[in-house]
Protein backbone atom coordinates (compact mmCIF):
# COMPACT_ATOMS: atom_id res chain seq x y z
CA UNK A 1 0.00 0.00 0.00
CA UNK A 2 2.71 2.63 -0.91
CA UNK A 3 -0.11 3.90 -2.80
CA UNK A 4 -1.40 6.00 0.48
CA UNK A 5 2.13 6.85 1.72
CA UNK A 6 2.66 9.36 -0.86
CA UNK A 7 -0.61 12.07 -0.41
CA UNK A 8 0.26 15.29 -1.54
CA UNK A 9 -0.50 17.80 1.35
CA UNK A 10 1.17 18.72 4.78
CA UNK A 11 0.42 17.78 8.07
CA UNK A 12 -2.47 19.76 8.81
CA UNK A 13 -4.32 18.87 5.49
CA UNK A 14 -4.45 15.16 6.67
CA UNK A 15 -6.40 16.38 9.50
CA UNK A 16 -9.29 14.17 7.63
CA UNK A 17 -7.00 11.28 6.41
CA UNK A 18 -6.81 8.31 8.47
CA UNK A 19 -6.48 4.96 6.35
CA UNK A 20 -6.18 1.54 8.27
CA UNK A 21 -4.83 -1.67 6.85
CA UNK A 22 -4.63 -5.14 7.44
CA UNK A 23 -2.40 -7.14 5.01
CA UNK A 24 -1.20 -10.97 5.75
CA UNK A 25 2.56 -11.77 5.24
CA UNK A 26 2.79 -14.84 2.41
CA UNK A 27 4.11 -18.27 4.47
CA UNK A 28 4.08 -16.67 8.17
CA UNK A 29 -0.11 -15.52 8.17
CA UNK A 30 -1.58 -16.20 5.25
CA UNK A 31 -3.72 -19.67 6.33
CA UNK A 32 -7.18 -18.09 6.91
CA UNK A 33 -6.34 -14.90 6.39
CA UNK A 34 -9.53 -13.97 4.04
CA UNK A 35 -12.09 -14.42 6.53
CA UNK A 36 -9.78 -12.28 9.33
CA UNK A 37 -9.54 -9.76 6.43
CA UNK A 38 -13.47 -10.28 5.92
CA UNK A 39 -13.53 -9.13 9.89
CA UNK A 40 -11.08 -6.42 9.71
CA UNK A 41 -13.57 -4.80 7.31
CA UNK A 42 -16.73 -5.61 8.93
CA UNK A 43 -15.39 -3.63 11.99
CA UNK A 44 -14.67 -0.84 10.39
CA UNK A 45 -17.95 -0.80 8.09
CA UNK A 46 -19.51 -0.72 11.78
CA UNK A 47 -16.96 3.12 12.40
CA UNK A 48 -18.45 5.15 9.47
CA UNK A 49 -15.50 4.44 6.84
CA UNK A 50 -15.13 7.43 4.52
CA UNK A 51 -14.05 4.71 1.89
CA UNK A 52 -13.45 1.08 1.92
CA UNK A 53 -11.80 -1.15 -0.31
CA UNK A 54 -10.28 -4.87 -0.60
CA UNK A 55 -7.98 -4.65 -3.05
CA UNK A 56 -10.05 -5.15 -6.38
CA UNK A 57 -12.33 -2.79 -5.63
CA UNK A 58 -13.76 0.08 -3.00
CA UNK A 59 -17.20 1.14 -2.13
CA UNK A 60 -17.59 3.37 -5.27
CA UNK A 61 -17.20 1.82 -9.19
CA UNK A 62 -17.60 2.06 -12.19
CA UNK A 63 -20.71 0.35 -14.17
CA UNK A 64 -19.81 -1.66 -17.14
CA UNK A 65 -23.71 -1.54 -17.85
CA UNK A 66 -25.18 1.92 -17.74
CA UNK A 67 -28.47 2.73 -18.33
CA UNK A 68 -28.88 5.88 -20.43
CA UNK A 69 -31.26 7.48 -17.76
CA UNK A 70 -27.73 6.99 -16.00
CA UNK A 71 -27.52 11.19 -16.80
CA UNK A 72 -30.27 11.50 -14.54
CA UNK A 73 -30.71 8.77 -12.04
CA UNK A 74 -27.35 7.49 -11.29
CA UNK A 75 -26.74 5.02 -8.16
CA UNK A 76 -24.54 6.61 -5.57
CA UNK A 77 -25.07 4.73 -2.65
CA UNK A 78 -21.70 3.49 -1.23
CA UNK A 79 -21.43 -0.41 -1.11
CA UNK A 80 -19.98 -2.15 1.71
CA UNK A 81 -21.70 -5.49 1.66
CA UNK A 82 -20.30 -6.37 -1.72
CA UNK A 83 -16.64 -5.12 -0.74
CA UNK A 84 -16.35 -7.38 2.52
CA UNK A 85 -17.77 -10.32 0.66
CA UNK A 86 -15.91 -10.20 -2.44
CA UNK A 87 -12.77 -10.65 -0.41
CA UNK A 88 -11.47 -13.95 -2.06
CA UNK A 89 -8.11 -14.05 -1.55
CA UNK A 90 -5.13 -13.26 1.38
CA UNK A 91 -4.14 -9.38 -0.09
CA UNK A 92 -4.43 -5.60 1.36
CA UNK A 93 -7.97 -4.64 2.80
CA UNK A 94 -8.21 -0.97 3.57
CA UNK A 95 -10.93 1.20 5.30
CA UNK A 96 -10.17 5.46 4.98
CA UNK A 97 -11.49 7.06 7.89
CA UNK A 98 -12.41 11.28 8.16
CA UNK A 99 -11.61 11.21 12.21
CA UNK A 100 -9.18 10.78 14.23
CA UNK A 101 -11.52 9.02 16.95
CA UNK A 102 -13.58 7.13 14.69
CA UNK A 103 -9.90 5.30 13.33
CA UNK A 104 -9.47 4.76 17.15
CA UNK A 105 -12.35 3.45 17.77
CA UNK A 106 -12.31 0.72 14.92
CA UNK A 107 -8.68 0.06 15.88
CA UNK A 108 -9.29 -0.45 19.70
CA UNK A 109 -11.95 -2.92 18.29
CA UNK A 110 -9.21 -4.36 15.53
CA UNK A 111 -6.85 -5.10 18.26
CA UNK A 112 -9.44 -6.79 20.36
CA UNK A 113 -10.34 -8.74 17.81
CA UNK A 114 -6.76 -10.11 17.51
CA UNK A 115 -6.74 -10.64 13.78
CA UNK A 116 -2.66 -11.47 13.65
CA UNK A 117 -2.63 -10.06 10.49
CA UNK A 118 -0.39 -7.21 10.37
CA UNK A 119 -2.41 -3.18 10.89
CA UNK A 120 -0.87 -0.52 9.46
CA UNK A 121 -1.84 3.16 9.73
CA UNK A 122 -1.29 5.60 6.37
CA UNK A 123 -1.56 9.31 7.76
CA UNK A 124 0.54 12.03 9.36
CA UNK A 125 3.57 11.37 11.29
CA UNK A 126 2.29 12.96 14.35
CA UNK A 127 -1.55 11.34 13.51
CA UNK A 128 -0.41 8.20 13.98
CA UNK A 129 1.55 8.69 16.97
CA UNK A 130 -1.11 10.15 18.61
CA UNK A 131 -3.47 6.88 17.71
CA UNK A 132 -0.89 4.75 18.83
CA UNK A 133 -0.94 6.47 21.92
CA UNK A 134 -4.72 6.55 22.53
CA UNK A 135 -4.66 2.59 21.78
CA UNK A 136 -1.55 1.97 23.85
CA UNK A 137 0.25 0.38 21.01
CA UNK A 138 4.22 0.78 20.66
CA UNK A 139 4.93 1.40 16.71
CA UNK A 140 6.95 -1.88 15.33
CA UNK A 141 8.20 0.24 12.26
CA UNK A 142 7.45 3.48 10.53
CA UNK A 143 8.21 3.95 6.48
CA UNK A 144 8.22 8.23 6.17
CA UNK A 145 7.81 9.27 2.53
CA UNK A 146 9.87 11.90 1.67
CA UNK A 147 7.54 13.45 -1.14
CA UNK A 148 8.07 14.23 -4.74
CA UNK A 149 11.19 14.67 -6.69
CA UNK A 150 10.56 16.62 -9.62
CA UNK A 151 13.88 17.93 -10.95
CA UNK A 152 12.43 18.11 -14.58
CA UNK A 153 9.49 19.80 -13.39
CA UNK A 154 6.94 17.62 -14.44
CA UNK A 155 4.16 18.20 -11.77
CA UNK A 156 0.59 20.27 -12.13
CA UNK A 157 -0.43 22.85 -9.05
CA UNK A 158 -0.71 21.87 -5.54
CA UNK A 159 -4.86 21.54 -5.89
CA UNK A 160 -4.28 19.36 -9.04
CA UNK A 161 -1.67 17.13 -6.85
CA UNK A 162 -4.21 17.17 -3.55
CA UNK A 163 -7.22 15.19 -5.70
CA UNK A 164 -4.70 13.13 -8.06
CA UNK A 165 -2.38 11.66 -5.26
CA UNK A 166 -5.19 10.22 -3.27
CA UNK A 167 -5.24 7.59 -5.53
CA UNK A 168 -1.47 6.12 -5.00
CA UNK A 169 -1.87 4.10 -8.20
CA UNK A 170 -2.65 6.92 -10.47
CA UNK A 171 -5.69 5.91 -11.62
CA UNK A 172 -7.06 9.39 -10.85
CA UNK A 173 -5.10 11.30 -13.72
CA UNK A 174 -3.99 14.95 -13.42
CA UNK A 175 -6.16 15.91 -16.54
CA UNK A 176 -9.03 14.69 -14.43
CA UNK A 177 -8.60 16.16 -11.23
CA UNK A 178 -8.51 19.87 -12.99
CA UNK A 179 -11.50 18.98 -14.98
CA UNK A 180 -13.31 18.26 -11.67
CA UNK A 181 -11.79 21.11 -9.83
CA UNK A 182 -12.61 23.48 -12.99
CA UNK A 183 -16.65 21.92 -13.38
CA UNK A 184 -16.97 23.05 -9.78
CA UNK A 185 -15.88 26.34 -9.85
CA UNK A 186 -17.78 26.75 -13.36
CA UNK A 187 -20.57 25.03 -11.30
CA UNK A 188 -21.44 22.88 -13.77
CA UNK A 189 -21.11 20.00 -11.00
CA UNK A 190 -20.93 20.06 -7.18
CA UNK A 191 -18.43 19.00 -5.11
CA UNK A 192 -20.11 15.63 -3.97
CA UNK A 193 -20.94 14.76 -7.88
CA UNK A 194 -16.98 15.46 -8.26
CA UNK A 195 -16.23 13.53 -5.79
CA UNK A 196 -18.25 10.58 -6.43
CA UNK A 197 -16.63 10.74 -10.22
CA UNK A 198 -13.43 10.88 -9.54
CA UNK A 199 -13.57 7.88 -6.53
CA UNK A 200 -14.56 5.60 -9.10
CA UNK A 201 -11.47 5.15 -10.86
CA UNK A 202 -9.10 4.40 -7.62
CA UNK A 203 -10.10 0.47 -7.98
CA UNK A 204 -8.51 -0.48 -4.19
CA UNK A 205 -11.13 1.89 -2.72
CA UNK A 206 -8.48 3.96 -0.82
CA UNK A 207 -9.92 7.60 -1.80
CA UNK A 208 -10.94 9.30 0.66
CA UNK A 209 -14.35 11.18 -0.83
CA UNK A 210 -14.29 13.63 2.42
CA UNK A 211 -10.87 15.51 2.02
CA UNK A 212 -11.71 15.43 -1.69
CA UNK A 213 -14.54 17.26 -0.98
CA UNK A 214 -13.10 19.94 1.19
CA UNK A 215 -10.31 20.45 -1.08
CA UNK A 216 -12.75 21.13 -3.88
CA UNK A 217 -14.93 23.41 -1.74
CA UNK A 218 -11.86 25.03 -0.94
CA UNK A 219 -10.59 25.42 -4.59
CA UNK A 220 -14.10 26.93 -6.03
CA UNK A 221 -12.84 30.06 -4.03
CA UNK A 222 -8.89 29.63 -3.95
CA UNK A 223 -6.93 28.90 -6.89
CA UNK A 224 -3.34 28.34 -6.92
CA UNK B 1 -5.59 -0.70 -25.54
CA UNK B 2 -7.58 0.18 -28.56
CA UNK B 3 -10.41 1.93 -29.60
CA UNK B 4 -12.69 0.21 -31.73
CA UNK B 5 -13.02 2.68 -34.76
CA UNK B 6 -16.66 1.84 -35.50
CA UNK B 7 -18.26 2.26 -31.99
CA UNK B 8 -16.47 5.56 -30.68
CA UNK B 9 -18.22 8.87 -30.95
CA UNK B 10 -15.43 11.44 -30.58
CA UNK B 11 -17.09 12.64 -27.13
CA UNK B 12 -13.70 13.29 -25.75
CA UNK B 13 -14.82 11.71 -22.03
CA UNK B 14 -12.29 9.51 -22.37
CA UNK B 15 -9.20 11.99 -22.90
CA UNK B 16 -8.39 13.40 -19.53
CA UNK B 17 -9.40 9.98 -17.89
CA UNK B 18 -5.93 8.96 -19.70
CA UNK B 19 -3.42 9.41 -16.93
CA UNK B 20 -0.89 9.44 -19.47
CA UNK B 21 -2.73 11.98 -21.60
CA UNK B 22 -2.36 9.08 -24.19
CA UNK B 23 -5.68 9.97 -25.93
CA UNK B 24 -6.57 12.60 -28.56
CA UNK B 25 -9.10 13.00 -31.10
CA UNK B 26 -7.86 12.43 -34.80
CA UNK B 27 -8.95 14.81 -37.04
CA UNK B 28 -8.22 12.86 -40.09
CA UNK B 29 -10.63 10.27 -38.58
CA UNK B 30 -12.49 11.94 -36.25
CA UNK B 31 -12.72 8.99 -33.78
CA UNK B 32 -10.48 8.83 -30.27
CA UNK B 33 -7.38 7.55 -30.55
CA UNK B 34 -4.51 5.91 -28.78
CA UNK B 35 -0.96 7.18 -29.05
CA UNK B 36 0.47 3.78 -28.89
CA UNK B 37 3.60 4.29 -27.47
CA UNK B 38 2.92 6.69 -24.75
CA UNK B 39 -0.27 4.17 -23.24
CA UNK B 40 1.08 2.75 -20.56
CA UNK B 41 -1.70 -1.08 -20.83
CA UNK B 42 -3.16 0.72 -17.41
CA UNK B 43 -6.70 0.11 -18.43
CA UNK B 44 -7.82 2.90 -16.53
CA UNK B 45 -10.40 3.99 -19.91
CA UNK B 46 -11.45 0.11 -20.14
CA UNK B 47 -12.10 -0.27 -16.51
CA UNK B 48 -12.81 2.98 -14.86
CA UNK B 49 -14.76 4.62 -16.72
CA UNK B 50 -18.53 3.33 -17.01
CA UNK B 51 -19.98 2.10 -19.99
CA UNK B 52 -22.98 2.40 -21.58
CA UNK B 53 -24.37 0.33 -25.37
CA UNK B 54 -26.09 3.06 -27.25
CA UNK B 55 -25.72 2.67 -31.16
CA UNK B 56 -23.08 4.70 -32.38
CA UNK B 57 -25.03 5.90 -35.64
CA UNK B 58 -27.48 7.00 -33.11
CA UNK B 59 -25.39 9.14 -30.97
CA UNK B 60 -23.20 10.62 -33.34
CA UNK B 61 -26.49 11.68 -35.33
CA UNK B 62 -27.74 13.56 -32.05
CA UNK B 63 -24.52 15.02 -31.16
CA UNK B 64 -24.42 16.48 -35.13
CA UNK B 65 -27.68 18.25 -34.37
CA UNK B 66 -27.06 19.43 -31.10
CA UNK B 67 -23.40 21.00 -32.40
CA UNK B 68 -25.54 22.98 -35.56
CA UNK B 69 -27.59 24.17 -32.95
CA UNK B 70 -24.09 25.04 -30.53
CA UNK B 71 -26.29 23.34 -27.04
CA UNK B 72 -23.89 22.50 -24.89
CA UNK B 73 -23.42 19.16 -23.96
CA UNK B 74 -22.98 18.26 -19.91
CA UNK B 75 -22.59 14.19 -20.22
CA UNK B 76 -21.42 12.41 -17.38
CA UNK B 77 -17.71 13.19 -17.33
CA UNK B 78 -16.60 9.28 -17.02
CA UNK B 79 -18.63 7.58 -19.35
CA UNK B 80 -17.90 5.95 -22.87
CA UNK B 81 -21.40 6.39 -24.05
CA UNK B 82 -20.66 3.08 -26.64
CA UNK B 83 -18.37 1.32 -24.90
CA UNK B 84 -15.42 1.40 -27.51
CA UNK B 85 -12.65 0.64 -25.58
CA UNK B 86 -11.44 -2.81 -26.37
CA UNK B 87 -8.33 -4.63 -24.56
CA UNK B 88 -5.61 -6.86 -26.26
CA UNK B 89 -3.75 -9.92 -25.72
CA UNK B 90 0.01 -8.47 -25.17
CA UNK B 91 3.13 -10.45 -25.72
CA UNK B 92 6.62 -9.47 -23.87
CA UNK B 93 7.67 -7.03 -23.55
CA UNK B 94 4.83 -4.70 -24.45
CA UNK B 95 2.98 -6.98 -21.35
CA UNK B 96 5.66 -5.35 -19.24
CA UNK B 97 3.24 -2.73 -19.71
CA UNK B 98 0.53 -3.94 -18.28
CA UNK B 99 2.16 -6.06 -15.56
CA UNK B 100 3.64 -2.68 -13.41
CA UNK B 101 0.85 -0.40 -14.91
CA UNK B 102 -2.34 -1.79 -13.95
CA UNK B 103 -3.03 -2.26 -10.11
CA UNK B 104 -5.12 -5.21 -10.77
CA UNK B 105 -2.65 -7.52 -12.35
CA UNK B 106 -0.66 -9.68 -10.14
CA UNK B 107 3.21 -9.47 -10.40
CA UNK B 108 4.19 -13.10 -10.39
CA UNK B 109 7.49 -12.59 -8.69
CA UNK B 110 5.51 -11.23 -5.73
CA UNK B 111 2.39 -12.46 -5.89
CA UNK B 112 0.78 -9.43 -4.73
CA UNK B 113 -0.93 -6.79 -6.74
CA UNK B 114 1.11 -3.48 -6.57
CA UNK B 115 4.85 -2.64 -7.79
CA UNK B 116 6.81 -3.61 -4.95
CA UNK B 117 6.61 -6.33 -1.66
CA UNK B 118 4.68 -6.33 1.30
CA UNK B 119 7.69 -3.79 2.17
CA UNK B 120 7.28 -2.53 6.36
CA UNK B 121 4.02 -3.44 5.97
CA UNK B 122 4.61 -7.04 7.22
CA UNK B 123 7.53 -6.25 8.76
CA UNK B 124 5.97 -7.23 12.26
CA UNK B 125 6.33 -10.76 11.02
CA UNK B 126 8.52 -10.73 8.14
CA UNK B 127 11.51 -8.81 9.25
CA UNK B 128 12.34 -7.41 6.44
CA UNK B 129 13.82 -4.05 7.76
CA UNK B 130 15.92 -4.86 11.44
CA UNK B 131 16.90 -2.95 14.02
CA UNK B 132 19.79 -0.38 12.61
CA UNK B 133 18.63 -0.55 8.99
CA UNK B 134 17.11 1.51 6.67
CA UNK B 135 14.44 0.30 3.86
CA UNK B 136 13.77 2.18 0.77
CA UNK B 137 11.49 2.41 -1.37
CA UNK B 138 12.42 4.77 -4.74
CA UNK B 139 8.86 4.51 -7.52
CA UNK B 140 9.43 5.77 -10.62
CA UNK B 141 6.90 7.87 -12.78
CA UNK B 142 4.06 8.23 -10.14
CA UNK B 143 2.38 10.76 -10.11
CA UNK B 144 1.01 10.69 -13.51
CA UNK B 145 4.02 10.97 -15.30
CA UNK B 146 5.09 7.38 -16.55
CA UNK B 147 8.41 5.99 -16.62
CA UNK B 148 10.66 4.09 -19.28
CA UNK B 149 12.34 1.21 -18.34
CA UNK B 150 15.94 2.76 -19.50
CA UNK B 151 15.78 5.66 -16.98
CA UNK B 152 14.76 3.08 -13.73
CA UNK B 153 18.12 1.35 -15.03
CA UNK B 154 20.37 4.26 -14.80
CA UNK B 155 19.11 5.10 -11.42
CA UNK B 156 19.45 0.89 -10.48
CA UNK B 157 23.27 1.14 -11.75
CA UNK B 158 23.96 3.96 -9.58
CA UNK B 159 22.38 2.64 -6.28
CA UNK B 160 24.49 -1.08 -7.67
CA UNK B 161 28.22 0.98 -7.70
CA UNK B 162 27.04 2.04 -3.84
CA UNK B 163 26.71 -2.06 -3.57
CA UNK B 164 23.12 -1.55 -1.53
CA UNK B 165 21.35 -4.52 -1.81
CA UNK B 166 18.44 -4.72 -3.43
CA UNK B 167 15.29 -6.38 -2.39
CA UNK B 168 15.33 -10.39 -4.13
CA UNK B 169 11.39 -10.24 -3.99
CA UNK B 170 10.89 -6.98 -6.08
CA UNK B 171 9.94 -7.32 -9.30
CA UNK B 172 12.35 -4.87 -10.60
CA UNK B 173 14.82 -7.16 -9.60
CA UNK B 174 13.55 -9.74 -11.13
CA UNK B 175 13.81 -8.62 -14.27
CA UNK B 176 17.87 -7.77 -13.62
CA UNK B 177 20.56 -9.00 -15.79
CA UNK B 178 23.01 -8.27 -13.37
CA UNK B 179 22.01 -7.39 -9.89
CA UNK B 180 25.82 -6.47 -9.24
CA UNK B 181 25.64 -4.14 -11.85
CA UNK B 182 22.40 -3.13 -11.74
CA UNK B 183 21.40 -3.80 -15.70
CA UNK B 184 18.08 -4.70 -16.49
CA UNK B 185 17.07 -6.92 -19.79
CA UNK B 186 17.65 -4.74 -22.87
CA UNK B 187 14.19 -6.01 -24.66
CA UNK B 188 12.52 -3.83 -22.01
CA UNK B 189 14.55 -0.71 -21.99
CA UNK B 190 11.94 1.68 -24.51
CA UNK B 191 8.94 0.31 -22.77
CA UNK B 192 6.81 2.32 -20.95
CA UNK B 193 4.72 2.02 -18.05
CA UNK B 194 2.99 4.19 -15.24
CA UNK B 195 5.27 3.13 -12.23
CA UNK B 196 8.01 0.81 -10.94
CA UNK B 197 8.94 0.36 -7.27
CA UNK B 198 12.92 -0.26 -6.91
CA UNK B 199 13.50 -1.67 -2.73
CA UNK B 200 17.24 -1.30 -1.67
CA UNK B 201 18.24 -1.95 2.26
CA UNK B 202 21.19 -0.55 3.67
CA UNK B 203 22.62 0.56 7.47
CA UNK B 204 20.69 3.05 8.36
CA UNK B 205 23.88 6.01 8.36
CA UNK B 206 24.10 4.83 4.80
CA UNK B 207 20.84 7.33 4.59
CA UNK B 208 22.25 10.41 3.53
CA UNK B 209 24.74 8.94 1.12
CA UNK B 210 21.83 6.73 -0.81
CA UNK B 211 19.46 9.36 -1.10
CA UNK B 212 22.36 11.77 -2.39
CA UNK B 213 22.92 9.20 -4.73
CA UNK B 214 19.66 8.94 -5.71
CA UNK B 215 18.74 12.28 -6.41
CA UNK B 216 21.95 12.83 -8.16
CA UNK B 217 21.04 10.06 -10.87
CA UNK B 218 16.93 11.63 -10.66
CA UNK B 219 18.73 14.80 -12.15
CA UNK B 220 19.63 12.45 -15.55
CA UNK B 221 16.11 11.31 -16.21
CA UNK B 222 12.96 12.28 -17.13
CA UNK B 223 10.28 11.54 -14.62
CA UNK B 224 9.46 11.87 -11.07
CA UNK B 225 10.34 9.79 -7.64
CA UNK B 226 8.53 9.11 -5.02
CA UNK B 227 10.94 8.34 -1.84
CA UNK B 228 10.06 6.02 0.87
CA UNK B 229 12.88 5.28 3.80
CA UNK B 230 11.44 3.23 6.37
CA UNK B 231 13.08 1.70 9.71
CA UNK B 232 11.91 -0.30 12.67
CA UNK B 233 11.36 1.39 15.75
CA UNK B 234 13.00 0.72 19.25
CA UNK B 235 11.09 -1.41 21.99
CA UNK B 236 9.08 1.29 22.96
CA UNK B 237 8.28 2.49 19.78
CA UNK B 238 10.32 5.23 19.59
CA UNK B 239 12.20 6.25 16.47
CA UNK B 240 14.93 9.19 16.49
CA UNK B 241 18.15 7.72 14.24
CA UNK B 242 16.49 7.65 11.26
CA UNK B 243 14.32 10.71 11.85
CA UNK B 244 16.95 12.79 13.09
CA UNK B 245 19.62 11.83 9.98
CA UNK B 246 16.88 13.19 7.68
CA UNK B 247 16.21 16.40 9.51
CA UNK B 248 19.67 16.74 9.97
CA UNK B 249 20.06 16.36 5.79
CA UNK B 250 17.07 18.84 4.92
CA UNK B 251 14.57 16.08 4.18
CA UNK B 252 10.94 16.98 5.08
CA UNK B 253 8.28 14.42 5.86
CA UNK B 254 4.84 14.92 6.95
CA UNK B 255 3.30 11.71 6.27
CA UNK B 256 3.86 8.26 7.51
CA UNK B 257 3.20 4.74 7.30
CA UNK B 258 3.26 3.41 10.68
CA UNK B 259 2.99 -0.82 11.01
CA UNK B 260 1.07 -1.33 14.40
CA UNK B 261 2.90 -4.26 15.82
CA UNK B 262 -0.52 -6.67 15.87
CA UNK B 263 1.12 -8.82 13.28
CA UNK B 264 2.19 -12.35 14.33
CA UNK B 265 2.70 -15.94 12.83
CA UNK B 266 0.10 -18.03 12.68
CA UNK B 267 0.20 -20.40 9.98
CA UNK B 268 0.55 -23.83 12.25
CA UNK B 269 3.92 -24.87 10.39
CA UNK B 270 5.42 -21.65 10.63
CA UNK B 271 4.15 -21.54 13.96
CA UNK B 272 5.69 -24.64 14.61
CA UNK B 273 8.99 -23.19 14.04
CA UNK B 274 8.64 -19.79 15.48
CA UNK B 275 8.05 -21.60 18.89
CA UNK B 276 11.81 -22.66 18.67
CA UNK B 277 13.20 -19.19 17.58
CA UNK B 278 13.68 -16.82 20.44
CA UNK B 279 13.48 -13.79 17.80
CA UNK B 280 10.30 -14.82 16.96
CA UNK B 281 8.87 -15.67 19.59
CA UNK B 282 9.54 -11.98 20.96
CA UNK B 283 7.41 -10.85 18.42
CA UNK B 284 3.58 -10.24 19.32
New interface residues.
Given amino acids: ?11 ES ?1 RDDYIL ?1 A ?10 AVEKQRQFLRICARHKPANMGN ?2 FGSYR ?7 T ?2 WR ?1 DTSQDYATVIEAVNKP ?2 VAAVFESREAAVAA ?1 RE ?2 QA ?12 EG ?1 HQC ?1 QSTG ?16 D ?3 NSQV ?1 EL ?2 MC ?9 A ?3 LD ?1 VREG ?2 TPDQAVR ?1 LA ?2 C ?2 GVYNPIRAKRLLEQARTQQR | MQIDPKKCVACGNCIPVCPMGAIYIDPAIQRATINYDECVECSTCFRGMSQEHLNPVLVRSVRRLAKLFRFRFEPEPDVCPTAAFVMEELEWPRIARRVFSDPLVEHKSTGIHGRGTEEVKTNDVAHRVGVGEAGYVIEFGRPGVGVRFRDIQKVTMALARLGVAFEAKNPITHLMTDQASGALKPDLLNEKILSAIVEIKSAVERVPEVLEAVQEASRQIDTVLAIGVSTRCDSSGGEKVLSGLLEEHGYTYHRAKTNLGLGRVTNVQKAKEAAGDQYLASVR
Fill in positions: MTNTLHRYGDSFFIPCRGKNDEGGNPCPELNPVHRGTLVIDLGLSINMSTSVACLTRHSVEYSLGFWDPQHLPLSTGHGMVSFNMKKMMRRTRFPC
